[in-house]
């Protein structure tokens, strides 16, 4: 169970779009359209912006959208905003161990 | 609508025990999985693994596997994670975060509990 591959940040100006990468294995990311994505904001709980992949629970913006190919999962964050500046980290289902695994967490930077 | 409230901040020596709560309310509560995630100073979320509360089944995630224990209680909604034994390098942030039976992301978040661990 090692934790997905994220970059350790990005950042983008406002406006601009930003793109999250999360890379798993066979047996988590690649196996099941379980991934989410959460957003943490310094000494905040963390928040979940996308599930299943690209679903957006109710109340986030559409500027946040997913998506997945093969073993990627992908956070985009469009039309950046002072407030997008944050952690986000991807999660997936490992079914081999029936729990989870976290990705390493990205900070996002607005520049 | 769920809500999570952990027990308070612990400070521990090494060595010593602990066991801290999470409380879910809610409708049907029983019907949902808890999990356990821990933040360490500066770093990222980790699972640690998750409880069933209808059954209690429970699925440890392989680096917590042996260094902790996952239980609950139906009859009060309450999870627990609880250490035998603390070491230092135990010391940091841990959430509760609870969903749905069926459903895999996690929408609803306990405040966390701060547990130190120094002698």
């Known amino acids: 169970q090692s934790a997905l591959t994220q970059p350790r940040s990005v950042s983008g100006s406002p406006g601009q779009s930003v793109t999250i990468s999360c890379t798993g294995t066979?047996?988590?990311?690649?196996?099941?359209?379980?991934v989410s994505w959460y957003q943490q904001h310094p000494g905040r709980t963390p928040k979940v912006i996308i599930y299943?992949?690209?679903e957006r629970p109710s109340g986030v913006p559409d500027r946040f959208s997913g998506s997945k190919s093969g073993i990627t999962a992908s956070l985009t964050i469009s039309g950046l905003q002072a407030d997008d500046e944050a952690d986000y980290y991807c999660?997936?289902?490992?079914?081999?161990?029936?729990?989870?695994?976290f990705g390493t967490g990205t900070q996002v930077t607005v520049l | 609508e769920v809500h999570l409230v952990q027990s308070g901040a612990e400070v521990r020596r090494p060595g010593e025990s602990l066991k801290i709560s999470c409380e879910g309310s809610?409708?049907?509560?029983?019907?949902?999985?808890i999990g356990w995630v821990r933040q360490m100073p500066g770093i990222g979320l980790e699972w640690m693994g998750i409880?069933?509360?209808?059954?209690?089944?429970?699925k440890y995630s392989s680096s917590s596997q042996g260094q902790v224990i996952i239980s609950a209680d139906k009859s009060i909604t309450t999870a627990y994670l609880q250490w035998s034994s603390l070491k230092a390098s135990d010391t940091g942030m841990y959430y509760c975060?609870?969903?749905?039976?069926?459903?895999?992301?996690?929408?609803?978040w306990g405040q966390g509990t701060l547990v130190t661990v120094s002698s």
């Open positions: 975060a609870a969903t749905r039976n069926g459903e895999f992301a996690w929408p609803n």
């Open positions: 809610g409708y049907r509560f029983t019907n949902y999985w």
């Open positions: 409880i069933y509360l209808a059954d209690s089944t429970t």
């Open positions: 066979s047996g988590d990311v690649g196996a099941y359209n379980f």
């Open positions: 299943d992949v690209s």
């Open positions: 999660c997936s289902f490992v079914g081999s161990f029936a729990t989870y695994v």
